[in-house]
């Protein structure tokens, strides 16, 4: 199995340039906190500590940034969501409200939701996709709901609901509290469903999903290093109740663009320094595979590679050419 998985990095490093083509490499001042890229590379920035918000244009230049730290209007306590579209969206999760700002920075809209998100992402004429936490009182235990609301006014559309994994055999996401999921603008939202390696994609116009990805590797046997790697990344509590640290192919993030989707997993490297990257082209349906230590981000048809070091920070352009093979 070792043999296999080294030539099969050894055949993703020489395929590299054909499917992801480096255009460009960018280096700033260090920005420690939650960040997010628009289509045309602009860049929304939020301090969590000193709650403190700023917007760069596709060069890194300032073009302003406010602080937001308080408890009124367009002000925020604390801050677990962050995005960028035709506005700038956070979720504060102390006072569960939902703050919009324009791209000038000038507050749009401040509205008390009530409600517990571990996800959020906007479609457009007011609409949102949202994670809820909620309790179900039946079973006694926390259920996270994705749906479809209106202006956070009504009780919307349910797409998919999952039980807190603490407790059960198999679990669902490394992380308690996250489902993965984008949405491509085109009334389609991909999401992570079943045990955490299967993407479903729900089609909001006719209400149904169907299986759109589907990673499995239960006969992967992993490495010291893996191993090592994984035990670091899986909180404690979760290895008592699982049992042995088996290999888990977890998707972790899910980028939609024009043509493309990303597919960010938890599976590792040999070494365990690195992670498996997947980019399916939506017309060919084919899937190209790379390896990755660095966050991955997406700004309108170009794949950002981000690396944090001391003094600065490190950001790759890649273009993303026709994906002929798997």
């Known amino acids: 199995m070792k043999r296999v998985s080294i030539i099969f990095i050894i055949i993703g490093c020489l395929l590299y340039g054909n499917a992801l083509k480096l255009i460009e490499k960018k280096k700033t001042e260090p920005l420690y906190g939650i960040k997010n ?7 929304a920035f939020l301090d969590i500590k000193k709650k403190e918000i700023m917007f760069f244009d596709r060069d890194f230049n300032l073009k302003w940034k406010k602080k937001i730290k308080g408890e009124g209007p367009g002000e925020i306590k604390s801050a677990s969501i962050m995005g960028i579209n035709d506005f700038i969206y956070i979720y504060d999760d102390k006072s569960r409200k939902v703050v919009l700002y324009s791209k000038e920075g000038k507050l749009l809209k401040d509205i008390k939701v009530g409600k517990i998100f571990v996800g959020l992402k906007p479609m457009g004429e007011g609409k949102w996709i949202v994670v809820e936490q909620n309790m179900d009182k039946k079973v006694k235990k926390i259920i996270y709901e ?27 996401q490394f992380w308690e509290n996250y489902i993965p999921f984008d949405y491509d603008g085109k009334n389609r939202i991909y999401f ?69 989707v990303v597919i960010v997993t938890n599976i590792l ?15 060919s ?42």
């Open 285 to 326: 349906e084919k899937i190209y595979s790379f390896w990755s230590s660095f966050k991955i981000y997406v700004s309108g048809e170009r794949l950002i590679e981000y690396e944090s070091k001391e003094t600065h920070d490190v950001y790759d352009y890649y273009s993303i050419e026709k994906i002929k093979r798997r």
């Open 192 to 260: 992570v469903k079943g045990r955490g390696y299967e993407i479903y994609v729900f089609d909001v116009e006719t209400g149904k999903n169907k299986l759109f990805y589907k990673e499995n590797l239960k006969e992967f046997a992993l490495t010291k290093a893996q191993e090592k790697a994984y035990k670091s990344k899986i909180p404690k509590v979760v290895r008592m109740l699982v049992g042995k640290i088996k290999s888990l192919p977890v998707v972790d993030e899910i980028i939609c663009m024009r043509e493309n």
């Open 146 to 172: 994705m749906k479809i609301t209106e202006n956070f006014k009504n009780e919307g559309q349910i797409i998919t609901k999952k039980i807190r994994p603490f407790g059960f055999k198999s679990i669902t």
């Open 269 to 283: 490297s040999e070494d365990g320094e690195k992670r498996k990257v997947d980019i399916i082209n939506l017309k």
């Open 37 to 43: 890229f628009d289509g045309n590379g602009n860049l």
